[in-house]
């Protein structure tokens, strides 16, 4: 089995560090967040804390795929984090990422970067209305938003868990995460709008995004939410319809494993 590991100029002092962390990931005990899919865990090296996400190995078909074809979500996370810095973007400073192939197939994969500490995510704005500087945060953040897709960035997975924030002195900061599925190009004003509709499903939130979005563009309002709603609700839809869908297979799969086999009777 072979490893690929690139790690940026400004950490090359600290590889053979880097390097041993990745290598023992399954060794360190402390874990960010929920541990479905993906596992991320923090790890000290030096004075500074990192996180190390490592990715789900896929499966066969785009164990090829990523093998011989495609970018792993690792190498993105880790090119587009570099890139959004460049354009004044703000995510967690990149340090390494790492992959294993095992003849023709594409195995463990790991991004490194250094740990943001934020006051909040964007998910707490939708669970939490009295937060003081609520509406505030709300703009702010809707500004950000204007200035990714001003600056050619679709963030994909631009959801709830996925934007940092920071409290700072005059405003706030935002830093975006989880960073392997984003376009970069011009975006018209339909992919625009579209763009916020994994964030919330809350009327009163989408009205003051469309307004402060239609300040910032000079967009007509009533088109930009009644826009923003409609990509909204197609996407709980969806969303639903996939969840709905899951279970059904998990039941008859479940059902099916329950069945004693025929030579188990006989």
């Known amino acids: 089995m072979s490893e690929t590991l690139v790690i940026s100029s400004e950490y090359q002092l600290h590889a053979d560090a ?10 360190h005990s402390q874990i960010l967040g929920a541990a479905e899919r993906n596992v991320i865990k923090i790890v000290t090296i030096g004075d500074q804390k990192h996180t190390i996400k490592s990715f789900k190995v896929p499966n066969v078909v785009n164990q090829i795929v990523y093998r011989s074809f495609r970018k792993s979500k690792a190498q993105r996370s880790y090119e587009y984090a570099h890139k959004l810095l460049d354009l004044g973007i703000h995510t967690p400073n990149p340090v390494a990422y790492s992959y294993h192939i095992d003849g023709m197939l594409f195995k463990e994969s790991y991004y490194m970067s250094e740990l943001f500490e934020s006051d909040l995510t964007f998910r707490e704005l939708t669970e939490d209305f009295d937060i003081p500087d609520h509406e505030a945060i709300l703009r702010a953040f809707t500004r950000f938003t204007y200035k990714l897709h001003e600056n050619g960035v679709n963030f994909i997975d631009h959801s709830p868990g ?15 995460v989880d960073l392997n599925r984003m376009e970069f190009g011009p975006m018209d004003f339909e992919t625009r709008i579209k763009n916020f509709a994994k964030l919330t499903i809350h009327k009163p939130l989408i009205k003051i995004m469309s307004n402060e979005y239609a300040k910032c563009s000079g967009g007509d309002e009533h088109v930009i939410y009644n ?12 969303f639903f319809k996939k969840v709905r869908l899951k279970k059904r297979i998990f039941f008859w799969k479940k059902k099916y494993k329950s069945r004693p086999s025929r030579s188990s009777i006989q």
Do not use: C, P
């Open 18 to 27: 880097i390097k041993n962390a990745i290598t023992h990931f399954d060794d």
């Open 162 to 176: 996925n934007t940092l924030i920071k409290r700072v002195e005059g405003g706030y900061d935002f830093y975006l």
């Open 227 to 238: 826009l923003m709603w409609k990509s909204t609700v197609a996407f709980q839809d969806e």
